[in-house]
């Protein structure tokens, strides 16, 4: 069984209970106050509030339990290809957030609020950027069409329970690619609901999202084909059995209806010959390093790719071997490798880290912090480059410095968890207890425990020759999570 699929086992439950305590607090609410219909008559039932409450919410506890890749290169390329996408969405007041599950199994769902998630298995399937991007495009449009409210309002004459069950059977089913079974006996236990009529929803939402999802990945520059070459492929691979296809089909049903009607959408577009970004080929390497159970079998995989005609020269294939050799401890070859690679690539980040990290493995203290200037005064407030470079510095005893560009990294981009933990381990190492708690009150406010986000304020404000200044703001921020906190009468 995948990590993934353990970490459902414990949290399917909790949610589902999470889910009908939620709804049936908005329906009560509504029954009682006779809410006004505001933008969307599902706002009634599941607010974009509570929307984003609830994919908070297990996107954290997915986080918390490991099953994330937060590694920050492919962070941020995964995010900047969802938000490719996004832009051409013509969406205002939704945000998003895009991640890698660290699961071999073909897989991608669309959590409420936002939160796109792909498994690595499926990156690593995909056989070009516009098939990855096709299927983000996918999910991104589950978001913007709002699916699971409109799935709780097509039945609001259901009783809350009913649509509770639904909710939660829809939120496991689409999170976690769950057991058929698990999703029927939840909906089945909703007494107004069929199995039917869901499956129903369920594939008119996919067709939705297709016809939307092709739109917005030939207006973002990518080939429209993407989506349906990749969705083909899957198809393909069920075969007969359909107990062996790949997870990705249990949660994307593939017919020959649905694919002869995206290849029609698609031929109303002009053709574009989109080429995969070096980015792709470096986030299919990390990822495939981070995956393996061993290095040595990364780089197994590398070298034979390395004899593959077709792989001659490849990017990906010789930054992974660079990647995977600095891991096992092969500093010297790895140090080469980079330094070529970043010869004929000057304009890719994750070779200055790569080469950078490399050095400092070789002990080579000035050569490090001056590929990593060089690197910054190229890449001012790229993220993963400041977050490799702040870790150096913490670990050459410089934490002040790594307190200092992470803080200026903070002030102009919405930061990460990892980002807000390790200025708060920086500010720490250099002395700044105060702004130490206050990081750490962020990071428990992200995660979603304000009482803890409270008490590290209250740390600060004990804090020895505290100014004027941080009193003031640690106090206002205090104030602000406690008009969160719900009452002792509540």
Avoid: C, W
């Amino acid at each position: 069984m995948t990590l993934f699929a353990r970490l459902t086992r414990r949290i399917q439950f909790r949610y589902l209970l999470v889910v009908i305590a939620a709804i049936g607090a908005v329906t009560a609410v509504a029954d009682v106050e006779d809410l006004p219909d505001i933008g969307s008559p599902s706002d009634a039932i599941l607010s974009r509030k509570l929307e984003a409450q609830i994919g908070r919410q297990i996107y954290n506890s997915l986080l918390a339990s490991g099953g994330v890749i937060t590694d920050p290169e492919v962070q941020e390329y995964i995010q900047d290809v969802g938000m490719r996408l996004v832009a051409e969405a013509g969406v205002s007041g939704q945000r998003f957030r895009f991640f890698i599950m660290d699961d071999p199994v073909i897989n991608a769902f669309a959590l409420p609020g936002g939160y796109v998630g792909i498994h690595s298995g499926l990156l690593l399937a995909t056989k070009t950027e516009s098939e990855l991007a096709g299927v983000l495009a996918h999910e991104v449009s589950h978001v913007t069409q709002r699916h699971i409210s409109r799935a709780v309002f097509a039945n609001q004459r259901a009783s809350t329970l009913s649509m509770a069950a639904m909710l939660g059977a829809i939120l496991i089913g689409i999170a976690t690619g769950a057991d058929p079974g698990l999703m029927q006996g939840a909906i089945g236990a909703a007494q107004s609901l069929t199995i039917e009529n869901q499956i129903s929803f369920t594939r008119n939402n996919e067709y939705e999202a297709d016809r939307v999802g092709i739109g917005f990945l030939a207006a973002a520059g990518f080939d429209p084909n993407g989506m349906t070459n990749f969705f083909e492929t899957m198809g393909r691979a069920q075969g007969s059995l359909y107990n062996q296809a790949p997870e990705f089909l249990l949660t994307h049903p593939v017919s020959a209806d649905r694919m002869a009607e995206s290849r029609a959408r698609v031929r109303k577009f002009p053709e574009v010959d989109a080429v995969d970004s070096s980015s792709y080929q470096l986030a299919r390497a990390r990822a495939r390093l981070i995956v393996s159970n061993r290095p040595e079998v990364a780089l197994e995989y590398f070298r034979a790719e390395q004899n593959n005609p077709e792989s001659v020269g490849s990017l990906e294939i010789d930054y992974g071997i660079a990647l995977t050799l600095a891991r096992l401890g092969n500093y010297r070859e790895a140090e080469e490798l980079f330094s070529n690679l970043l010869a004929t690539n000057e304009e890719l980040i994750p070779l200055y880290s790569g080469l950078a990290q490399t050095k400092a493995r070789l002990g080579d203290r000035e050569g490090t912090l001056a590929t990593f200037e060089q690197a910054m005064a190229l890449f001012p407030r790229s993220v993963p480059l400041t977050v490799r470079y702040a870790e150096t510095l913490i670990e050459y005893g410089n934490p002040k410095e790594a307190h200092r560009i992470l803080l200026d990294l903070l002030n102009q981009v919405p930061p990460t968890l990892e980002q807000i933990r390790l200025i708060a381990i920086a500010a720490n190492n250099a002395g700044d207890i105060a702004d130490a708690h206050y990081y750490m009150a962020e990071h428990h406010a992200m995660s979603g425990d304000l009482r803890l986000a409270i008490e590290q304020l209250r740390l600060a404000l004990t804090t020895p020759s505290l100014d004027s200044v941080q009193r003031a703001r640690f106090t206002a921020r205090m104030e602000q999570f406690q008009e969160f906190l719900p009452s002792k009468d509540e």
